[in-house]
């Protein structure tokens, strides 16, 4: 039987997502989420739950510390609430060693999954991406010593002994020379790989403000991650709109902020040559993302726009992505509309609404969590 | 299933070894075990408070979560736990190395040595092992009957109030209660059944018992019960908020009992929440010693040299208990060996001569046996805190510049640090409550006081906790707290929260 704490973990993770005891919702607090800080380090994620207590409001309290500096010096790193001495009512505890951790992508990437739970992609259709890869299968006997196979050699030089009689099973000593070294070879393999493409399309127009565009910005470094732990090799389009769509690349992504109207149709005509154009279907697996304020210019465009999943995207695509941005002018209309259209079940549409920066993980996990 | 394991071999040797050395140096302690476990379990020691039974909460999956990852992705480790209790417990983490687990015994017979010697120890209960265990059983009961939800609500509910706590009730002897108990009966002309409450058991239970007396009380005719409640909530003012919710609360049996339990559990940690630069100083004070003059070999130094460095790292944004306390003491042995204090001492007019003063008392290690004997971490810093070591240690405060944004080094004056520091460590760094009326505007609503100094309370925070307060109390709830400098009562009438006017 298991320790009855991870019962206490269970349930603590049930809190956290929400799904009992509801009266504990709004206590939950999702910590620092995983950001990233120049040269690859992350914090990690730790939900918790505040048990709301009398305390003191912090920001007018400073605090102490201990180094060199003069009055005046800024205090590196933010002044940690908790941190205060006497608090923490555990035993003792000697040497809580805080280190810096340094994560690749791909650490990132499976703590991202763990976290959401998201499950592994399975992708469609059938391997057609040609890549070649070398992989230390093979046994040489050259090779520099760092690949050097220790047992290889000791074998190569036990037979050696035998061979020659120099092996005396009193007193087994086995001596490898130069000739019984072996060495770790690589043999170079073609491996067929399913290919990926991410198209993503934001609305520029004026009712996007800078704090929208954050909010597509980190959830499309997510969604990149994520897709890139799945697939070998993965293209990003990008797409802007307001009135017009125009192909651009990741910076100009990012930066743009046009304004006046907005025509989806747009966005999803040219979503809909680039695939044309460059993606077979039937060879790639297909991730339209659309990012909006839910504002769209008319009641036609907005039929068109349905026409335009109907007939093309939604058949083609393993799964589109409708993102709503929370915005002071947006009207939400289109999501609406799409739930009007495709409701909730739909497999091959997940739509989402992400009110703040807050929302970006649950978000992340709506998109992700089907596992197409 | 056991998921520590007792030492044996050469582990068992190194704990005689170093447990002799312990000895000859002095420290006075309780019988020493020393078990050994993987890091998931000592995960969830350290999740739940060192004791390998607590009562079902999922706080206690919350702290295992947040180890067993920071342990996973390398963000931290714990190298060992300790608990007071007779004889003391500790665990190692079976995958130390060598020189680990020799500078954690060390460590540990330090820890021991305090428990058994500070007097802010003296009233704990040294069988919490048992306690806690019977803790876990009974909530356990108490969830089959009342169903887990409600159980772990109310919980939730105690928690929020789990953090005031009158530092005088540790010194509260079960003889002391009891006089004053029975005092208390023959006033108040009570049932007789308090009468029973003349045994050593524990404090939950006695809160258990007195409810059920009230309960039996209850039944009796009603006028005598309006009569009985005007005296049943008296304007005492006490900092033991629940304590007093026991006694006056409108609540059930199972829900005074659950009070009492985890007030029971938070008088237990307190002391080491009061001490913790004393405790970490005194404990790592014996690992360097042990370690640098007996126990270390010459191809472990490196080693040694590291972890204890890791351990005593400075840190810019918080006070690291472990580095404060080891150079306090060690400041305090040199002075005391020197004759560095008294009145001479400190009105010598030369600098130089003050640097070079040296009696040749040698006292300073009977002197840190005896500070780690009486003092709390404020009595600590208030008598020993000097304005050289504050600038040999480099500290300084620092505050939050609105202008700039961000924190920055305030001040690095003696006066302005020792202020400072005493005022973190003042109520172990809560804000001081006191219960001031149980019958607040003749309404029987509670009146609580937060003794104001200089700092503010958070108001979302207090808003919340007075919710949960008023789920106790179920009669409207009152705070009052200055507030941006104007006094200010806080109401909660259990619809909205709003100040007095």
């Known amino acids: ?372 | 299933m056991n998921r520590t394991k007792p030492i044996t071999g050469e582990l068992l040797a190194l704990k005689n070894t170093i447990e002799k050395y312990a000895l000859d140096y002095g420290l006075d302690f309780y019988p020493q075990i020393f078990e050994v476990c993987d890091y998931d379990t000592i995960n969830i020691l350290a999740a739940q408070g060192g004791f390998p039974t607590r009562y079902p909460h999922w706080k206690f999956g919350m702290d295992y979560d947040q180890l067993s990852k920071g342990y996973a992705y390398g963000l931290q480790k714990i190298y060992e736990m300790v608990i007071n209790t007779n004889p003391c417990y500790a665990y190692l983490l079976q995958a130390n190395n060598w020189v680990d687990q020799k500078i954690v015994m060390a460590h540990v017979y330090g820890h021991n040595d305090f428990f058994k010697n500070n007097a802010w120890f003296s009233g704990t209960n040294r069988k919490m092992m048992d306690v806690m265990a019977n803790h876990g059983t009974k909530i356990r009961r108490y969830m089959d009957r009342y169903g887990a939800d409600a159980v772990e609500t109310f919980i939730d509910k105690v928690l929020s109030l789990e953090n005031l706590l009158d530092i005088n009730e540790l010194f509260e002897t079960t003889s002391l209660k009891r006089r004053r108990q029975e005092l208390n009966d023959q006033e108040t002309a009570e049932s007789s059944d308090d009468g029973y409450l003349i045994d050593d058991r524990s404090a939950a239970l006695k809160s258990f018992m007195r409810t059920k007396a009230r309960a039996t009380k209850k039944d009796a005719p009603k006028e005598e019960e309006e009569e009985s409640l005007n005296a049943d909530k008296p304007h005492v003012k006490t900092k033991d908020v629940l304590g007093y919710l026991i006694q006056y609360a409108p609540i059930e049996e199972w829900q005074a009992d659950i009070i009492g339990i985890l007030r029971e559990e938070a008088y237990y940690f307190l002391p080491q929440r009061m001490t913790k630069i004393m405790n970490e100083g005194w404990a790592s004070y014996w690992h360097s010693t042990i370690m640098t003059q007996k126990a270390l070999d010459s191809s472990e130094i490196v080693d040694f040299a590291d972890k204890h460095a890791g351990v005593m790292y400075m840190s810019k944004q918080n006070i690291n208990p472990y580095k404060i306390g080891i150079e306090l003491m060690r400041d305090i042995e040199y002075r005391w060996n020197r004759g560095m204090f008294g009145k001479d001492y400190n009105e010598c007019p030369s600098m130089k001569d003050k640097l070079a003063w040296d009696t040749k008392l040698g006292k300073g290690r009977e002197k840190i046996f005896e500070v780690r004997k009486s003092h709390n971490d404020i009595s600590f810093i208030d008598e020993f805190l000097t304005p050289d070591f504050c600038e040999r240690q480099q500290l300084f405060t620092y505050k939050y510049n609105p202008r700039s944004g961000r924190y920055e080094i305030d001040s690095k004056d003696f006066q302005a640090i020792k202020q400072k520091l005493l005022g973190q460590l003042t109520n172990f760094g809560q804000p001081i409550i006191e219960v001031e009326d149980g019958n607040f505007m003749n309404r029987k609503e509670l009146l609580l006081n937060h003794i104001h100094y200089g700092v503010d309370l958070d108001v979302n925070f207090a808003n919340e906790t007075l919710r949960n307060l008023f789920a106790i109390w179920r009669r409207p709830v009152n705070l009052k707290t200055k507030y941006e400098d104007k006094e200010v009562i806080f109401n909660f009438d259990g619809k909205e929260f709003k100040p007095l006017t």
């Open chain 1, 1 to 372: 039987m298991d320790h009855p704490i991870k019962r206490d973990h269970a349930r603590f993770r049930k809190i956290v997502k929400g799904r009992i005891r509801d009266n504990l919702r709004k206590y939950v607090s999702h910590g620092s989420q995983i950001i990233p800080k120049g040269n690859d380090k992350f914090t990690v994620p730790m939900p918790s739950i505040d048990i709301p207590r009398f305390k003191f409001g912090d920001k007018s309290q400073g605090g102490m510390g201990q180094g060199q500096g003069e009055a005046g010096d800024p205090v590196d790193g933010q002044q940690d609430p908790n941190g205060q001495p006497g608090q923490g009512e555990s035993g003792e505890g000697e040497g809580n060693k805080e280190l810096d951790v340094e994560l690749s992508l791909d650490e990132l990437a499976r703590i991202l999954g763990e976290e959401l739970e998201l499950p592994n992609i399975e992708p469609k259709g059938k391997e057609s991406l040609k890549s070649v890869v070398n992989r230390y299968t093979n046994i040489g006997t050259t090779g520099p010593d760092s690949l050097r196979h220790l047992r290889r050699t000791y074998k190569q030089a036990l037979k050696r002994q035998i061979a020659t009689e120099a092996y005396d099973p009193e007193n087994p000593s086995v001596v490898p020379i130069r000739r019984d070294f072996r060495y770790r070879a690589s043999d170079t393999k073609v491996e067929m790989q399913n290919a990926a493409v991410v198209i993503y399309m934001m609305d520029v127009s004026g009712s996007m403000g800078d704090e929208q565009k954050e909010i597509v910005r980190t959830e499309s470094f997510w969604i990149n991650l994520w897709l890139k732990s799945q697939y070998k090799d993965i293209a990003i389009r990008y797409i802007i709109h307001d009135a017009t769509a125009k192909e651009v690349d990741e910076h100009t992504f990012f930066r743009t902020r046009e304004s006046g109207g907005t025509l989806i149709s747009s966005a999803f005509n040219l979503c809909k040559e680039i695939i044309e154009k460059d993606y077979n279907p039937n060879e790639w697996n297909i991730y339209p993302f659309h990012f909006s304020d839910g504002d769209n210019w008319s009641a036609d465009d907005t039929k068109l726009c349905l026409d335009l999943l109907d007939d093309f995207i939604l058949p083609v695509s393993n799964n589109f992505c409708y993102g709503q941005v929370e915005s002071r002018y947006g009207s939400g209309q289109f999501y609406k509309d799409l739930t009007a259209k495709y409701g909730a079940g739909n497999e091959k549409i997940t739509m989402s609404k992400i009110k703040n920066k807050e929302g970006i993980l649950d978000s992340i996990k709506e998109f992700l969590g089907k596992g197409k």
